[in-house]
């Protein structure tokens, strides 16, 4: 019964997209997401059997895809990290009632697997890219790698024509990548590519998050628009996190993602899997859910249903609303981003 739109949560959200973090570890060392100082050479990330494996995740998705989900993404860490990561791509393709399957890469190693990810039936991809400065990508990407990389990456997606496009998100943190954000967009206006604008988020428990550092959308939407006039756009489905606009000059398309400023938690239909199988209903969230031990220990996936309708209909996050309305508890100790993606 793919497809089933009768899982509400506590707030009458349905249940309609599940990210799969494939890999926790990473080849940057973002400060916002796995700083240095924290994932250093010694730092013990998940051994490959801690992880599940493709058909693991293959069971999760297609009862995921029962309870109404129809939209996967994969996610990290690095998920271009995973051998054989398009063989997974190749099986959700093709579960029943799933419409929609994409990836987020910070691009370092995407010109190596663009072709055989398309090949596979990926409908469409994300990067993340803060700053076409090399000074500023250096900093916010830890020094993990050249900027030349990951644009030759992008292009190298392009040419493999995803149905579905390819987006680039950029994290902005003030006095840190905030004035570079014209030169971004110049550079990829006319591409048919959609630059997507985050506003900095308290992910996690080690990213020193302050609220004077984040740029509300509302300014950097002004200041775009006395750049390149815009106008607004609807949104393409419900729950649909970016708010949209078009240049008035037909050059595409742009987005803000402003989970401060402007939270969306009314309409999340988000779940989250982690790399070792613990399920998460906000991207905030305090704990998870072991799935690990139930795929391991049974076959019967209406045991695996069972569970998950559970998780999803007691569900009453909305860690976003509740720090606009300062209730959000600052001590709590969230999962990191790396571990879930974001």
């Known amino acids: 019964m793919a497809g089933d739109a009768t899982l509400p949560d506590r707030f009458g959200r349905p249940l309609r997209d599940l990210r ?31 992880r599940l ?12 895809a029962d309870l109404g989900v129809t939209k996967l993404r994969l996610t990290g860490g690095e ?7 398009p063989d997974l791509v190749a099986e959700l393709v093709l579960i029943p009632g799933i419409e929609d399957v994409a990836l987020t890469t910070n691009g370092v190693l ?5 072709e055989t990810l398309r090949a596979a039936g990926l409908h469409r991809m994300t990067v993340s890219l803060d700053s076409l400065d090399p000074a500023v990508f250096a900093r916010m990407s830890g020094g993990r790698a050249q900027l030349a990389q990951v644009l030759t990456g992008i292009e190298a997606a392009r040419a493999v024509n995803f149905p579905g496009g390819i987006k680039i998100n950029a994290v902005v943190q003030r006095d840190m990548n905030d004035a570079g954000v014209l030169d971004l967009l110049d550079y990829f206006r006319n591409t048919g590519i959609i630059v997507r604008f985050i506003e900095y988020m308290d992910v996690g428990n080690r990213n020193g998050w302050q609220r ?70 906000c991207l905030f969230a305090t704990a998870g859910t072991d799935l690990r031990v139930l795929l391991r220990e049974t076959s019967d996936d209406a045991r695996l249903r069972e569970a998950l309708g559970r998780i999803w209909r007691k569900r009453d996050d909305r860690y976003s609303e509740d720090r606009a309305a300062q209730r959000a508890g600052a001590a709590d100790a969230k999962i990191e981003m790396h571990y879930i993606g974001g």
């Open 212 to 281: 004077d550092e984040v740029v509300p959308s509302r300014e950097l939407l002004a200041m775009i628009d006395a750049r390149w006039p815009l106008e607004a756009l609807s949104p393409a489905y419900r729950g649909e996190v970016a708010r949209r606009w078009r240049y008035r000059d037909g050059a595409g398309e742009i987005g803000f993602i402003s989970s401060v400023s402007a939270p969306f938690c009314g309409d999340c239909s988000r779940a989250r899997l982690s790399s070792e199988g613990q399920l998460y209903t």
């Open 110 to 114: 995407l010109d190596r697997h663009a």
């Open 79 to 85: 998920p271009l990290l995973r051998p054989n990561l």
């Open 20 to 50: 799969i973090s494939v890999m926790d570890r990473c080849n940057f060392r973002c400060p916002y997401c796995m700083p240095e100082s924290t994932y250093h050479e010694n730092f013990r990330f998940l051994e490959p059997k801690e």
């Open 53 to 64: 494996n493709f058909a693991e995740i293959i069971r999760v998705a297609r009862v995921a």
